[in-house]
């Protein structure tokens, strides 16, 4: 077991000199934003698809020339970003120059290093970029009013006599009225001309005090009322007014602009589409220099990528507290046994200090823990406080724990580095109230789009995502 760790070790101590949390080993390439090992710019998407989209580039731009848009990396996929500032540099060492058949560009580059096709592009785009919305829309009121007209013959009802009552035309064309009555069994039909003679006539037939009679008599003047165009005289309109909240039509008049939906959300206008908005950040760990993305998700800022600091204080059965799992920290950050992740040594703050393998604790919240400064470990509420806010719902399962469905971890930039694995448990610093061994651990399963809480043994190892303290 201590030969493994000690390989392990190794490997982490190697990608900690390096400086950076999720590249690796290398020539640093200068034309590279923020040394990524991306281009600034390429030719086109297809040359773009050669650069892989990873965690390790996550929330990176690249200015695509021939379609003059920034595209932006997800962890999985290259999208149009909303951000469609031309880049600034234009490097020699941006691939965008080179021919399909490897040679360089033969146009003279000007005395700032661009060339005139790179003059053109820019004053292209920044004719594109200046027309998107910069205002962050909101959702507008819409009243849809939607009427109904009944004619005479339809407002006719069959329980009630005085309804049945309308005007159509006679055989010459003009208008007569009708009004039906009842006389005992009797039906009696009052015709009024258009000359204002009157003509009665009463109908036996009908034993107006059967329900078969009613019904007989009933279709017979609603057919009378529809054949002479009765229905033409509108007796009542009646009017529903709908008010709808929302935003605009996405349309690629507005693409890349920014809104507010009506639930509070910030979403972006997106191949015809409004998609959540990811709100990335970056953070530097002054420990050891690594370089971290960070994500907005409500009120809350979390790392958007697995912690990677070396804490290696030994314990009583392993070599260190923390590992590199498949002795890849540069996908998968350290993997840390609960004591490490809580800082149970004290080497940053005593506020959870002696909370080990097989004890109860009482750590003082929040805690640090094994996080940059700042930052803390976060706790079972705040896990569920930014499932809430992306839509999840609650299913219980067994009465044990807890399952959290419709959760995407893509689609608000939780980005998680399954690569193979199907489940990707976090530690939190909150733990289970029915054995000292366990804390609460938050399962990200890869599919279907679940969240699970479970109870997790202590003294195994788990990655660590971060949650800046509240200011």
């Known amino acids: 077991m201590k030969n493994t760790f000690a390989k392990m070790f190794t490997v982490c101590t190697l990608a900690g000199v390096l400086g950076a949390a999720f590249i690796g080993c290398g020539d640093d390439d200068s034309s590279s ?5 991306l281009p600034a710019k390429v030719a086109d998407m297809e040359e773009l698809e050669t650069y892989g989209c990873g965690m390790d580039v996550i929330g990176e731009k690249v200015y695509v020339v021939d379609l003059e848009l920034n595209y932006e990396c997800d962890g999985e996929k290259w999208f149009k970003s909303y951000d469609q500032t031309r880049p ?17 560009d033969s146009k003279a580059a000007d005395k700032d290093g661009s060339s005139s096709s790179d003059a053109t592009t820019s004053s292209s785009s920044a004719k594109s970029s200046s027309s998107r919305p910069t205002e962050i829309l909101e959702p507008e009121i819409t009243v849809n009013e939607t009427c109904t007209e009944v004619g005479a013959c339809d407002a006719m009802v069959k329980t009630d006599i005085s309804t049945w009552h309308f005007v159509r035309k006679d055989n010459f064309g003009d208008d007569a009225e009708y009004t ?75 693409d890349g602009a920014l809104g507010i939906d009506t639930a509070g959300i910030k979403v972006i206008c997106q191949e015809n589409e409004w998609k959540r908005y990811i709100e990335y950040g970056s953070l530097t760990d002054a420990r050891d220099g690594q370089t971290y993305k960070t994500v907005k998700i409500g009120e809350q800022i979390w790392m958007a990528q697995n912690l990677n600091y070396a804490y290696l204080v030994p314990t009583d059965e392993e070599d260190s507290s923390s590992i590199c ?7 998968f950050g ?64 067994k009465n044990i724990g807890e399952i959290y469905v ?66």
Not at 362 to 372: D, L
Not at 379 to 384: A, K, R
């Open 33 to 37: 934003p923020k040394g990524t090992g």
């Open 325 to 331: 799992y498949e002795d890849n920290c540069a996908l």
């Open 180 to 254: 039906y009555t009842v006389d005992g069994k009797d039906l009696i039909v009052t015709i009024k001309s258009a000359d204002g003679s009157t003509d009665s006539k009463t109908y036996s037939m009908y034993n107006m005090e059967s329900e078969a009679g009613v019904e007989m008599a009933f279709n017979a003047a609603k057919s009378t009322c529809k054949n002479g165009g009765g229905n033409d005289n509108v007796i009542s309109k009646t009017c529903v007014k709908d008010t709808i909240l929302a935003l605009p039509e996405c349309k690629s008049s507005i």
């Open 334 to 397: 350290r993997h840390y046994l609960w004591s490490a992740a809580m800082d149970s040594a004290g080497v940053f703050t005593d506020n959870a200090k002696g909370c080990g393998s097989r004890v109860f604790c009482s750590p003082i919240y929040p805690v640090r823990g094994i996080c940059p400064e700042g930052w803390h470990l976060p706790d079972f509420q705040e896990f569920e406080t930014m499932l809430f806010f992306v839509g999840a719902k609650v299913e219980n399962y």
């Open 88 to 104: 600034s540099s234009t490097s020699t060492k941006s691939s965008s120059s080179k021919k399909s058949d490897g040679s360089s």
């Open 406 to 471: 419709n959760v995407n971890h893509r689609e608000f930039g939780f980005t998680i580095p399954y690569d193979g694995i199907s489940v990707y448990r976090y530690l939190t610093s909150t733990e289970t109230d029915y054995d000292e061994g366990f804390t609460f651990g938050v399962n990200f399963e890869r599919a279907p789009d679940k969240v699970t809480m479970w109870g997790a043994p202590k003294n195994r190892f788990n990655p660590v995502r971060c949650i800046k303290d509240s200011d």
